[in-house]
């Protein structure tokens, strides 16, 4: 059973039952229905067009949930006779889709929200942990956003801002090597800068580039990961990262600086150095400057406390990290590499310890556990 073709051929599918009536929430599940069925049967008997086959199968189980559901018997007039089966077409609707999540009805948290479970195919708890809510809270923000377009016509696309939140969330989580959506985001946001001439949808496109392009390095053979200082930059894909950088200052050119193109500029920073030492932190503390001032983000805050620790030495970037809450996510292990920088091994050791148990992933747990079995083996 190929999963990456389920995957794949999901928003295409969910856009095709949209577009003949379905409602989003029905379609949702009927497709669903769909995915499940096509595990069962695909292996013993693989269909010749797999995409018409789940849009087949799909809208028979709405037309089955419509017909069975007394509620809903005021729409039987838009579902009375089954489309006959069919090529399914080749069309893309993937971005259109991103749009029509974005309903005008939704606040953009619930819009993002909604979007990323129902077409990005993240879970619950990425998109809980993207948010920095518990999972049980971002599962109601879904389940109302569900019941808010329930019956709504999806004729009234979402405006650009709330799609760029979500193409950048879906890009984080195929970077964090969780799900491999990174390249997806990629394309997705090359389609949308096509057609739209904004300086925030080329930001993002010349930050996911930038970020792209040091995938390779970012783990070992073993699957550890690599930190940006030790990576090998004979490895960060050129073509990328020059590409990247010309986007980005087209972008910056226009002076309507955005969160994504101040993003990109500190990427862009990192790309620049030949080696980690000749970094110009300097510059990129005052990019977080700009980016918090733009969005008074405390991950943003987080990041600007590591980098004001690079530019003016660990103890500044400790008294700026002691401004923040400490339950923000890798707050520790921030603390730990400024401890560690700062001479303190024993307390940097035990905070990397700490900071594993709390790891999102089983990479970075891996990484934080051998930080602190390094540091205590040198002491």
């Not at 390249?183 to 080329?202: F, K, Y």
């Not at 010349?206 to 390779?216: C, G, I, N, V, Y």
């Not at 600007?304 to 008294?319: H, M, Q, T």
Request: with cysteine.
């Amino acid at each position: 059973m190929n999963e990456v073709l389920l995957r794949n051929l999901t928003p295409s599918v969910l856009a095709i039952l949209v577009r003949r009536g379905a409602d989003f929430a029905a379609a949702e599940d009927a497709v669903q229905d769909a995915l499940v069925e096509a595990v069962r049967v695909w292996p013993a008997h693989p269909p010749r067009d797999p995409k018409g086959w789940l849009v087949t199968v799909a809208w028979r189980r709405f037309l089955d949930t419509v017909r069975a559901d007394a509620a809903r018997r005021r729409r039987e007039d838009l579902v009375n006779e089954e489309p006959a089966p069919g090529p399914a077409p080749a069309a893309d609707d993937t971005l259109r889709l991103y749009f029509l999540c974005a309903h005008p009805s939704l606040t953009p948290s619930s819009a993002v929200a909604l979007t990323l479970r129902a077409v990005g195919g993240l879970t619950t708890r990425q998109i809980a942990r993207a948010y920095l809510v518990p999972e049980a809270t971002m599962a109601q923000r879904i389940s109302r956003a569900k019941r808010t377009v329930s019956g709504l016509r999806f004729d009234q696309p979402g405006d650009v801002a709330t799609v760029l939140r979500v193409l950048y969330l879906v890009f984080n989580e195929g970077y964090s090597g969780d799900v491999d959506l990174a390249a997806e985001a990629i394309r997705l946001t090359r389609q949308l800068a096509a057609v739209i001439d904004h300086p925030e949808v080329a930001g993002l496109l010349a930050l996911m580039l930038l970020h792209h392009a040091r995938r390779a390095a970012r783990t070992a053979p073993d699957g550890s990961l690599v930190p940006l200082a030790e990576q090998d930059r004979g490895r960060w894909d050129t073509a990328s990262i020059a590409e990247g950088v010309a986007i980005l200052q087209a972008a910056l050119a226009r002076d309507r600086l955005g969160e994504f193109q101040a993003q990109a500029a500190i990427a862009a920073l990192h790309a620049d150095a030949p080696t980690a030492e000749e970094t110009d932190w300097v510059q990129i503390v005052e990019w977080y400057d700009e980016l918090a001032h733009l969005t008074d983000s405390p991950i943003v805050r987080l990041n600007r406390a590591v980098a004001v620790g690079e530019a003016d030495g660990p103890r500044a970037g400790l008294a700026a990290l002691a401004a923040l809450d400490a339950s923000l996510p890798r707050h520790t292990a921030v603390a730990a590499y400024l401890h560690e920088r700062d001479g303190d091994l024993a307390t940097a050791a035990r905070l990397y310890a700490e900071a594993a148990q709390k790891a999102p992933n089983l990479a970075e747990r891996d990484h934080l556990t051998r930080q602190a079995a390094r540091l205590n083996a040198r002491r």
